[in-house]
């Protein structure tokens, strides 16, 4: 499923969980990582002085992407190791694209501190404009990962039944198949918008059943791909995002796959913003999948 891996880095101790993650899964697939380092001269004191700055740079690029590249020695992994020179998540899309990776890995934090999340940065960057499948890791949730290691157990898709859910329908079942992961399937019915309308049950009522029949269409197409354990669940909340992530805990989840839009704007967040929630918050890794659209 995963022949060509990318993992950029910038040799923080924050990036060092994710590499190890994505080591496991280069391991499993009997992946090439392809290792990237990202000389960033779009600061103003790089592009003025430009010469001797981007040269440390490098250098630094050179020792971390050594650092890394012996990490995967030790593991048996085969790598390939790259810098480049321009803006970090530009570089990162570019590169996965035009090498034609299966997956990206990513931490959601980096040399910037683990005070500072990197979304709203570069993470976010790639994560909304990849069209690689983008796997994101919590640095600070490395206690974790001890128990939700890869290959996964147990693969949550949560879906809605649109376009942009069913591309994360397809990647949870082809991971799940592969892996030979038990698949959950669920769908969260959002109450928070129906106010207090003498119908709101009845909505809730057409809701469910809509949501009933999303997961068990989804259910019939994971087993027909191959998928031998499947679970599904319709649960109501006040919030999508939240409600994901007590069925994380509840159910032992090792891996969230959800889909993100092409479209640019708030918008581009399968269910809203939850995707960029479940990022920013998830204690398990978080595969982001972007819905196929024509380029705007």
Same mark, same amino acid.
């Given at each position: 499923?995963?022949?060509?891996?990318?993992?950029?880095?910038?040799?923080?101790?924050?990036?060092?969980?994710?590499?190890?993650?994505?080591?496991?899964?280069?391991?499993?697939?009997?992946?090439?990582?392809?290792?990237?380092?990202?000389?960033?001269?779009?600061?103003?004191?790089?592009?003025?002085?430009?010469?001797?700055? /981007?040269?440390?740079?490098?250098?630094?690029?050179?020792?971390?992407?050594?650092?890394?590249?012996?990490?995967?020695?030790?593991?048996?992994?085969?790598?390939?190791?790259?810098?480049?020179?321009?803006?970090?998540?530009?570089?990162?899309?570019?590169?996965?694209?035009?090498?034609?990776?299966?997956?990206?890995?990513?931490?959601?934090?980096?040399?910037?501190?683990?005070?500072?999340?990197?979304?709203?940065?570069?993470?976010?960057?790639?994560?909304?404009?990849?069209?690689?499948?983008?796997?994101?890791?919590?640095?600070?949730?490395?206690?974790?990962?001890?128990?939700?290691?890869?290959?996964?157990?147990?693969?949550?898709?949560?879906?809605?039944?649109?376009?942009?859910?069913?591309?994360? /329908?397809?990647?949870?079942?082809?991971?799940?198949?592969?892996?030979?992961?038990?698949?959950?399937?669920?769908?969260?019915?959002?109450?928070?918008?129906?106010?207090?309308?003498?119908?709101?049950?009845?909505?809730?009522?057409?809701?469910?059943?809509?949501?009933?029949?999303?997961?068990?269409?989804?259910?019939?197409?994971?087993?027909?791909?191959?998928?031998?354990?499947?679970?599904?669940?319709?649960?109501?909340?006040?919030?999508?995002?939240?409600?994901?992530?007590?069925?994380?805990?509840?159910?032992?989840?090792?891996?969230?796959? /959800?889909?993100?839009?092409?479209?640019?704007?708030?918008?581009?967040?399968?269910?809203?913003?939850?995707?960029?929630?479940?990022?920013?918050?998830?204690?398990?890794?978080?595969?982001?999948?972007?819905?196929?659209?024509?380029?705007?």
């Amino acid at each position: 499923m995963f022949d060509g891996v990318l993992f950029p880095t910038d040799g923080s101790e924050g990036t060092i969980p994710a590499l190890e993650h994505a080591l496991d899964v280069a391991s499993t697939h009997g992946a090439t990582l392809h290792l990237l380092y990202v000389a960033d001269t779009t600061r103003d004191s790089v592009t003025q002085i430009h010469g001797e700055i /981007v040269d440390a740079l490098e250098a630094v690029g050179e020792d971390v992407l050594d650092d890394a590249a012996e990490r995967a020695r030790r593991r048996g992994v085969t790598t390939v190791t790259e810098i480049r020179q321009g803006e970090p998540y530009r570089e990162i899309v570019g590169y996965a694209t035009a090498t034609d990776l299966d997956l990206v890995v990513m931490p959601t934090r980096g040399r910037s501190g683990l005070g500072r999340l990197l979304l709203g940065s570069t993470t976010e960057r790639v994560v909304r404009r990849s069209d690689v499948p983008v796997l994101t890791i919590r640095p600070d949730a490395d206690a974790t990962q001890t128990d939700h290691s890869y290959p996964y157990r147990n693969v949550l898709v949560p879906t809605d039944g649109s376009t942009c859910a069913e591309t994360a /329908v397809a990647l949870g079942i082809d991971l799940s198949a592969v892996d030979d992961s038990t698949l959950h399937l669920l769908s969260v019915v959002d109450i928070a918008s129906l106010g207090m309308d003498t119908r709101v049950e009845l909505q809730i009522e057409g809701l469910e059943q809509r949501a009933e029949e999303t997961v068990a269409d989804a259910a019939t197409t994971a087993r027909d791909g191959g998928v031998e354990t499947v679970t599904t669940a319709v649960e109501t909340s006040t919030s999508i995002h939240r409600a994901i992530l007590s069925y994380v805990e509840n159910h032992d989840i090792d891996v969230v796959v /959800v889909g993100t839009h092409g479209r640019t704007g708030f918008d581009r967040y399968l269910l809203g913003s939850v995707s960029e929630k479940l990022v920013r918050t998830s204690p398990v890794p978080v595969l982001t999948v972007r819905e196929s659209v024509e380029e705007e």
